[in-house]
């Protein structure tokens, strides 16, 4: 029973337009919402972060929005670079105490063109 | 600095065979954690260390067994492999909250 859903598993942008990449999740009671990016034979880097008592956390060119009503997270990304290319995971916390796991989606790949 | 650190980066088994991946983290956090990825599933949690000489089960444990042998080391075996668990193996700890640090990453595979 899958929890969080990237539903595209792949996005294709010209630079310097937006990226949307979005996710879904099933239940109400998460305390954060992540999107870590990952480059080829690398692990997960942090990217941004949002608290289930926001709607919308910004940072730079990064801006994560949450519909709690619909159970919907998104990343914008403005504008889109080619360095922005990798795999984009969402990811959620039931709370921030020790040892809280990490679910993930199942990841978008952006690709970034000329 | 060098965060958290995986070995073997690259490992090809037989069937049956066994062997231990490696994960070494020295930025003093209690947690870690074992994700494997693979294609269209993303990265499902095998095990998970809240702190030392505590381990649990996590999503996908089947097959595995891990250490947390002290606070910075946490292995996970595979003590006869299949071709089922080829995969990519991640490893990450974390403070409280939600500061996860991954390693590089071992790509295994099992024929």
């Known amino acids: 029973d899958q929890q969080v859903k990237q539903n595209s598993p792949s996005l294709s942008v010209q630079e310097g337009r937006i990226s949307i990449l979005n996710c879904d999740y099933t239940n109400s009671m998460f305390d954060y919402f992540l999107w870590y990016k990952k480059y080829p034979a690398e692990g997960p880097t942090f990217l941004i972060s949002?608290?289930?008592?926001?709607d919308k956390n910004e940072d730079g060119r990064f801006t994560v929005f949450l519909n709690k009503s619909a159970k919907h997270l998104s990343l914008h990304i403005v504008p889109s670079q080619p360095g922005d290319s990798a795999v984009y995971f969402c990811a959620v916390l039931p709370d921030t105490g020790t040892a809280s796991k990490l679910t993930f989606g199942t990841g978008t790949r952006l690709q970034v063109t000329l | 600095n060098a965060g958290v650190t995986q070995t073997p980066k690259f490992q090809v088994l037989k069937t049956g065979q066994s062997m231990t991946l490696q994960c070494a983290q020295d930025m003093n956090h209690n947690s870690m954690y074992w994700y494997r990825q693979d294609p269209g599933m993303g990265l499902r949690l095998i095990y998970y260390?809240?702190?030392?000489?505590?381990?649990d089960k996590g999503e996908v444990p089947n097959g595995y067994n891990v250490s947390r042998l002290n606070k910075r080391e946490f292995s996970l075996r595979l003590e006869s492999a299949a071709p089922s668990q080829t995969s990519v193996y991640f490893c990450?700890?974390?403070?409280?909250?939600?500061?996860?640090?991954f390693g590089s990453g071992t790509r295994l595979t099992v024929v």
């Open positions: 990450a700890s974390s403070s409280i909250g939600y500061g996860y640090t």
């Open positions: 260390s809240a702190s030392e000489g505590t381990t």
């Open positions: 949002i608290s289930s008592i926001k």
